[in-house]
């Protein structure tokens, strides 16, 4: 459905569009009465009988009905979930799930000992062919202008295609089934993503297209790490649009800072995939990925610089003494103190440099970070 299948000319011929309640009879002939019934029963709430009954009836009469001759050979509602779903964690809810095509959530994830801040059983999605990516389609509360922060964790392979998209919404995509001149149009005229260029630079921006004067580029883009390709390290990724500037950062350090003309854009015809562009067909990325979060703000340098700690440093507070003094040391955030476990919580002054000597004395202290 949708495109020849692979004997005839794999994905040729291609349908734009959606398809659902597809059936096949056979030796059985709707007739008239029978197929008006049908587009009457789907276009009429006061119809008085449902779609899917009226197509399990059709061709039954009273010589048949034992034997349930004329139920369709194939009816597919398309109703079911899909077979490898995906979950949204987000304030969205479920307005943003999505599934996985032609993979699953069996690849390791980043995992502690080695990156305390995950679990020993966190797993990823392997993306490892130009056919597996995953998509959550164009939720309205994911199609937003201007300000946007997208993250992730990557493992990219030695080899990438050229661009390599992360995270995509869109592209704008060249349509030769439009049905009239001129073939070739554009049916989506922006995009925003994040992305591998050319296997030497990780890219976060958008990209608008206008026919009088083709594609214009607004991004940020940073040199990849020497041994990010095929080196088997999990690398943190965060690229935000403020309002004004694009920054990108690779492993909580800014590696791309630019302040071009627009941000984040409405993809209003695309859909969000992780893995290839919006629709699935071209620009596969290599590797693995794992915690994909979108958000309708740009997150902070310290925020960012946060998520990565939190994956990677142990989350604990070290003391030790020397001389009259404790030293206090933390991985990452802001060192708090109070007189009691319960609170107020006070931001010791000095924080967030860590170590921090706090001198001795007869009150009773505690802390958090």
């Known amino acids: ?10 994905s040729t011929n291609a349908f734009e569009g959606d398809v659902g309640e597809v059936a096949f009879y056979n030796n059985n002939v709707l007739t008239p009465d029978e197929i008006l019934a049908h587009y009457q029963a789907g276009t009429n709430s006061n119809n008085g009988i449902n779609y899917e009954t009226l197509v399990f009836k059709s061709g039954l009469t009273n010589a048949n009905f034992a034997e349930r001759v004329g139920l369709p050979k194939t009816y597919l509602r398309f109703n079911d979930p899909a077979r490898y779903p995906m979950s949204n964690s987000g304030s969205l809810g479920s307005a943003a799930d999505g599934n996985l ?3 699953s959530n069996t690849a390791s994830g980043p995992l502690s000992p080695t990156y305390p801040g995950f679990e ?3 797993t990823a999605v392997p993306l490892t062919s130009t056919n597996q990516f995953a998509s959550f389609n164009n939720p309205a509360g994911l199609n937003f202008s201007g300000q946007i922060s997208l993250e992730a964790w990557v493992k ?4 990438q295609t050229d661009p390599a998209r992360i995270i995509s919404h869109g592209p704008q995509t060249l349509s030769s089934f439009l049905g009239s001149p001129p073939d070739g149009a554009v049916t989506n005229s922006s995009e925003v993503f994040l992305r591998i260029d050319g296997s030497a630079n990780y890219v976060v921006g958008a990209a608008s297209f206008v026919n009088s004067v083709g594609t214009t580029f607004s991004y940020a883009s940073g040199a990849i790490g020497g041994s990010d390709l095929g080196g088997g390290n999990w690398v943190h990724l965060a690229g935000t ?3 004004t500037v694009w920054h990108l950062y690779r492993n909580g350090a800014q590696i791309g800072v630019s302040a071009p003309s627009f941000g984040a854009l409405v993809v209003d015809n695309g859909d969000w995939a992780i893995g290839s562009t919006g629709n699935g067909w071209a620009d596969s990325f290599s590797g693995s990925v794992d915690e994909v979060a979108i ?8 925020q960012i610089q946060g998520h990565y700690n939190a994956g990677t440093a142990t989350p604990k507070i070290t003391i030790t003494k020397s001389g009259s003094n404790v030293i206090l040391s933390w991985p990452y955030g ?7 476990i319960t609170g107020p919580w006070t931001v010791v002054p000095g924080s967030p440099i860590s170590p921090l000597a706090v001198s001795a004395g007869a009150a009773r202290k505690f802390y958090r970070f």
């Open 1 to 10: 459905m949708g495109a020849y299948n692979a004997a005839s000319g794999l």
């Open 101 to 103: 095509v032609v993979t």
């Open 120 to 122: 020993s059983t966190n």
């Open 156 to 159: 990219p392979g030695a080899i």
């Open 241 to 243: 649009y403020d309002g």
């Open 295 to 302: 958000y309708n703000y740009a997150l902070s340098a310290s």
């Open 334 to 340: 802001t060192l708090y103190q109070a007189d009691n």
